[in-house]
């Protein structure tokens, strides 16, 4: 069985957006690979916080993830900061990055950009990134393609560790018989692409995201999701009730996508191309098909909020897991570097 890692930021409870773009997929992918998820608080740490808040914020991450599917029976889900070899590794991987591909990376010069002092810490992301994942030598990482490009970073790590540290014999050249058939130690991890799912903003304006006020979270009441539902943005087109709308270009329809069956997302559209509906009439049944989804994600978060300390054994458990693999890629990694 093949494995994966997946990290998410502890930024609270999720959203709609993380769910369908992200976690929902890791709720499948659970059952056919080897699966390891990590709320990653070491890349959180990047940008000013509070503590307390940080400490609140991962476990809203552990309950939504739990609550979303997660089962740690069959996924090793933990916190990155209780599995110290992911920094100890990304401090191995700081020495073989050049600083000029580090400075390439979009996100760090976006930030640089934009921030007067940025901290080392920004522009050193993506080698931790690398270090997440090439500690449990994971062949697939769930991604979305914005990320393609710091998976490739950690594919290069991959290969130059590889190269420097771990390379073929010399009789395994041109010719040999077994040339081609050997595993190196760090596999070059390959994007496992999500089924794109950009959810955008009730706003229809950018991706849903906490920072600009769009989302829907998946705990919330249905009552307070109708009262964002009611006013979202739909098809400009659709100025009165009587005019066709198009309904590849309306926010609402990708919702229906994502929640409503096929046979109602067919009946969304008809319905939207001949103003045979309002628009109201269409957000009310696309809550009704929330509301299947998400109605028995609430009442699970409520058992797992119920009983804080099976949550805090289920993260310990996940730790000791990862652990137990972390430190045999470290003994090994630190054997062939010379290092003690
Ligand atoms: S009818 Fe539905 S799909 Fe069409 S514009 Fe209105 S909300 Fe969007």
């Known amino acids: 069985m093949s494995r994966i890692f997946s990290g998410i930021q502890p930024s609270g409870s999720l959203h709609i957006g993380n769910y369908l773009g992200a976690v929902k997929n890791w709720a499948e992918l659970q059952h056919k690979y080897e699966s390891f998820f990590c709320i990653v608080d070491y890349h959180a740490i990047t940008v000013p916080y509070e503590p307390a808040d940080l400490r609140a914020r ?24 209780m599995v110290p070899e992911h920094t100890e590794l990304a401090w191995i991987f700081n020495t073989l990055t050049p600083l000029g591909e580090l400075e390439r990376q979009t996100q760090f010069k ?76 760090f596999p070059e991890p390959k994007g496992l692409l999500t089924p794109a799912r950009r959810i955008m903003g009730l706003d229809g304006q950018a991706k849903m995201s906490k920072s600009l006020g769009n989302t829907v979270e998946l705990l919330e009441d249905p009552k307070s999701i109708w009262e964002k539902l009611r006013p979202a943005v739909t ?30 997302v067919e009946h969304v559209a008809t319905q939207c191309r001949t103003a045979g509906w309002g628009c109201i009439d269409c957000k009310k049944v696309l809550h009704e098909s929330m509301e299947k989804e998400l109605a028995p994600i609430r009442a699970r978060a409520a058992e797992i909020a119920a009983n804080p300390a099976k949550m805090r054994k289920d993260l310990a458990n996940g730790a000791e897991h990862a652990r137990s693999i972390a430190s045999g890629t470290m003994s090994e990694v630190k054997k062939k570097m010379g290092l003690t």
């Open 58 to 81: 991962t476990a809203d991450m552990a309950l939504g993830l739990l609550a979303a599917g997660l089962d740690p029976s069959k996924c090793t889900l933990f916190v990155q900061s």
């Open 110 to 185: 976006e930030k640089a950009s934009r921030e007067e002092s940025v901290p080392a810490g920004i522009l050193n992301y993506p080698v931790l990134q690398a270090a997440d994942i090439l500690l449990y030598r994971a062949e697939l990482v769930p991604v979305g393609e914005d990320q393609l490009q710091h998976l490739e970073l950690s594919r290069e790590i991959a290969r130059k560790w590889n190269a420097r540290f771990d390379p073929p014999p010399s009789h395994e050249g041109v010719g040999a018989e077994n040339a081609g058939h050997r595993r190196s130690f």
């Open 235 to 264: 098809n400009p087109k659709r100025v009165r009730r009587t005019d066709p709308g198009t309904p590849e270009v309306c926010n609402i329809y990708h919702l229906h996508k994502a929640f409503s069956p096929p046979t109602t």
